[in-house]
């Protein structure tokens, strides 16, 4: 059996979306120009280490769960089943899940900011990042092998940074202007 997994799966994968999604980002600014093509391209980054992050197994084994002892529903219990710390880094694992959100709000508003719609792209967009968290979680719920639990809190946790970093793209908007061709 090949082991997939860990922070080392985490870290090359990140880079080899950002160098991907960086070319893209320099073919996409001449005609979006530089602000909307890097911060489009850098959303898509950012989905992507998301789903690292919460989808690859933490470590390099997964364990066997059997179909008897898979959890049949997310927990409902508001702060969690997963004990406070993360394996990555110190802290409060609720504070990582939320900052895990914050640069997606922040790239949305910044991409969708150019935009005439954008009044109705960026809620819409913002409601999309919510349904991703949400997909993530019942993923971890469908998947048991990859040693992670579905939890209401997360969701919460992650829409709550998607929309503090909503905040923080519309004063990047205001003072990038991303509507102005450079």
């Known amino acids: 059996m090949i082991e997939v997994g860990g922070a080392g799966v985490m870290l090359v994968g990140s880079a080899a ?8 980002g320099l073919f996409a600014s001449r005609r979006l120009g530089p602000v909307t093509a ?3 391209a850098g959303l898509a980054w950012s989905l992507v280490v998301i789903a690292l992050v919460t989808l ?12 008897e002892e898979r959890s049949e529903s ?20 609720r504070m990582l899940n939320t900052a895990l959100f914050v640069p997606a709000g922040a790239l949305l508003v910044l991409g969708l900011a ?4 954008a009044w109705v792209l ?13 997909l993530i979680e019942l993923t971890q719920l469908e998947v048991a092998r990859i040693d992670r639990a579905c939890d209401v809190t997360d969701v919460v ?19 990038l202007q991303p509507w102005r061709r450079d």
């Open 38 to 40: 890097f911060a489009l």
């Open 56 to 67: 690859v197994p933490p470590s390099g084994t997964a364990t066997l769960v059997l179909a």
């Open 17 to 24: 979306a950002a160098v991907v999604l960086g070319l893209v």
């Open 157 to 175: 946790d992650n829409s709550t940074g998607a929309l503090l970093g909503g905040a923080v793209g519309l004063g990047l908007a205001w003072v």
């Open 114 to 117: 150019r935009w005439r719609g």
């Open 122 to 134: 960026v809620p819409l967009g913002l409601a999309g990042l919510v349904g991703y968290s949400v």
């Open 74 to 93: 997310c927990s409902t219990d508001y702060g969690g089943p997963a004990p406070e710390g993360f394996w990555i880094l110190g802290g409060g694992q």
